[in-house]
């Protein structure tokens, strides 16, 4: 007899090389390497290239992933025709879901599920989201879309096609933090869907598509924004205590805390916090990050949960110039590395992920013609 777990918690459906999450321990490993460690030390690159390789890369490796990426960041012309003919008032993640489907017909490699054809469509996605993501926000803005750098590393990028200005390196260097963070997380709801697609050997276009699918549903992704409008509902560090109090004494979800998996503070939070204190303190805007570091002390004090990774994020972003509702789309830009080398993880050892229902729905129900039902 199965046993039937809701929600499949705890159950294991595939082994996998990419990371490892210690819920207890709030560690999180990235092929082996701590997360503390790469966000300090490594790049986004960097972190690419290990997730798809399973190695850190030499100087010339990595310098070849970084041309790569570079090369393909400009979008065909027939993807550009279409996200100008979409409507400006359109979610950002609907656009980024339908962009990244409609690119499949402008890949020459489309139809090939080979592990090699994969792996080079897998550099052309990393490249292409953030361009694709920029690009919207600039013509929803009645703006020229800007076109992509080849001299600039995929964070300082992202920032310059939006606004047009080579960002400071310090700002460039928080996004690529952030990117590195958000790279990859285990058997998430939207790594989970991308792996149920390839094991049908369905194309990595249409793998990522149910990823950002299931990546726009608000228990997945969208909890940073929402984190970032309450912090600019509160608007003020005054303001802080009677919100939460008043929030805690309606039951109030309080976005940005808790984890199905972590029972400590997650470690992304950790550095996502001290990135905050001195990103906001950098760019005069102390207020998000001295509302924030309230919210959690009381928070912790008063519920015993911690800050998960969307909490401290949403200061970041926000501070960093990234339009409230871009912020789920910015995890993408991030997460598809992660999501990539899942679907060539589930692509070298395929099976068809085939599981089972338990019916709890009636049987032996005798056929009653149409015309003697009542």
Known sequence: MSTFIK????????????????????????????????????????VAYLLWNGRLPTRAELDELKHQLALNRQLPNGLLTLLRSLPTTAPPMTVLR?????????????????????????????????TIVATYER????????????????????LYMQTGQVPDPENARALDQYFILLADHGMNASTFAARVTTGTLADIHSAI???????????????????MEMLQEIGEPDNVDAYIKRALAEKRRIMGFGHRVYKTEDPRATVLRRMSKELCQRMG???WYDISRRIEELVTAEKGIYPNVDFYSASVLYVLGIPVDLFTPMFACSRIVGWTAHV????????????????????DLKYVPIDERA
Do not use: C, W
Not at 101 to 128: G, H, N, T
């Open 7 to 46: 929600g499949l918690e705890g159950v294991v459906v595939a082994q996998s090389q990419l990371s490892y999450i210690d819920g207890q321990a709030g560690q999180l490993i990235y092929r082996g390497y701590h997360i503390h460690d790469l966000a300090a030390h490594s790049s986004f690159e960097e």
């Open 209 to 227: 598509t149910s990823a950002l699918a299931t990546l726009k549903g608000p228990l997945h992704g969208g909890a940073n924004q929402k984190a």
């Open 344 to 363: 060539l993880e589930q692509l070298a050892d395929n099976r068809l992920i085939r599981p089972r229902a338990e019916y709890v729905g009636p049987k």
């Open 285 to 287: 805007a102390t207020k």
């Open 139 to 158: 013509l929803r803005r009645g703006e020229d879309p800007i076109l992509p750098r080849e001299d600039l590393d995929q964070a300082a990028n992202y």
């Open 98 to 130: 339908t962009a990244v489907s409609a690119a499949a017909m402008f890949d020459p490699e489309a139809e090939d599920v080979s592990l090699e054809a994969s792996r080079r469509k897998a550099i052309r996605l990393a490249a292409q989201i953030p």
